[in-house]
């Protein structure tokens, strides 16, 4: 079992930056894939980016490519996502993931966190 604690959420205006991060219950994490989904009011779960870092591999959703990234910290041992550029639509509850392969969807994800709220106000 893997638990998954994130935080790094708030309130920012557009144009600004925040870094979330998620920690992994487990030290090494390399073997999985690490995700972030995010969820605004009404919508479902939508994919925004993933990292696997035994195999060197990322995806970015289109809406968020260039703006964001996904990374690993190795001396705090936790998945980052680095939001530059924020928008409005931006907004939402986002979550970290964790699963045995790279995926857009959220089936094959074994592991969620709790979530942490981002609003981007314009």
């Known amino acids: 079992q893997v638990q998954l604690a994130e935080s790094g959420g708030g309130l920012v205006q557009a144009g600004g930056s925040l870094r979330l991060s998620c920690a992994p219950s487990?030290?090494?994490?390399?073997?999985?894939?690490m995700a972030w989904f995010r969820q605004a009011p009404g919508k479902e779960r939508e994919f925004v980016a993933v990292?696997?870092?035994?195999?060197?591999?990322?995806d970015y959703a289109d809406s968020v490519k260039g703006r964001f990234t996904i990374f690993k910290d190795n001396a705090k041992s936790t998945v980052n996502l680095q939001m530059n550029n924020l928008k409005p639509e931006d907004t939402g509850v986002y979550y970290c993931?964790?699963?045995?392969?790279?995926?857009?969807?959220?089936?094959?994800?074994?592991?969620w966190g709790q979530g942490t709220q981002v609003t981007v106000s314009s």
């Open positions: 990292g696997r870092w035994s195999g060197g591999l990322t």
């Open positions: 993931a964790a699963g045995p392969i790279i995926s857009r969807l959220t089936v094959p994800y074994d592991y």
């Open positions: 487990i030290r090494t994490f390399s073997r999985y894939a």
